[in-house]
């Protein structure tokens, strides 16, 4: 009860200079996005409305979602913790003579799947890697919020990038039917139609941050969706994708079969791993969650599936 307490009190302490920089970048495309570009070209028509609203939900959605990454706690093994013996021989034995793990740092044993992170310098319960960006382990407790967080900052990045491309083709395409028109030199683009500012070229330079910025963190974060979906589907962690790499080098090297130690005891299918990671309601998957995940010292394994179930 008091562990259930525990981790959800907020750890306000993770909101370093880092975070509050990933804030401050969220909180300038949005800028940009919506005041530089949605407002002075579409103003508040239908097309305009449409996208401020979808813009902040999907910035908004994303923002909450790395909120929670942050401040709350990805997972501990309970105090007092002790391994089921059948279970874990079954599932993994990562000490060569067979023991149950056991946390040298943290002295108390392992629950399946978690590891002790050397930054947090404690163990985090189904640990997938440490991220700087959130200055917090993404675990058990987190990863579902992490992966929501992918889908949603990818929604709106893609919409931000979309946004400001268009925006940048409608005032080439503006500046050249004004040249051919012959509407004289003075003639301005759509943005200092609206008068709200001076300078095109301070709108002009804001724009072509913004696109430089979300250009790549776009790339960059798609490249990462796309890798955790791969995870999801095989309900792997990235620490058991490198584990499973390293094992069959090491099982190619020692003339091993490579196919028993490829074996995932997780992985029970992609709709059994969804529920599992994502909630057993589907309807519910892509809300945003209120609270870290519940559980985490015990999983079910394809080998606690019915013989004619989906493996
Ligand atoms: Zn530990
Ligand atoms: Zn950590």
Redesign the pocket.
Known sequence: MLEERRSCEFQLWRVNFTVLTILAVFCFLYYVSIFCVVVPWLSYSVPGITNIWVLTLTTGLSLYCYLFCVVLD?GRPPPGYLPDPEVSSVQEVKRKDGAARFCTKCQHFKPPRSHH????Q?C?LR?D???PWTN??I?HGNYRAFFLFLIYVNAALIHVVGLLAAHTLHILQTIHLQRVLRTGLQAKPVLLAAGWIGSIWLWAVLQALAFAIALPLTIGLLLLFVWHVHLVAVNKTTIEYQEGVTASIDAAASGLGVVELHQHPYDLGLYSNMMHIFGSNPGQWAAPPCRPTAGGTAYPTKWDMPANGEH
């Open positions: 990805p992170c050397r930054k947090c404690r985090v640990m890697h440490h991220c917090n382990c675990g």
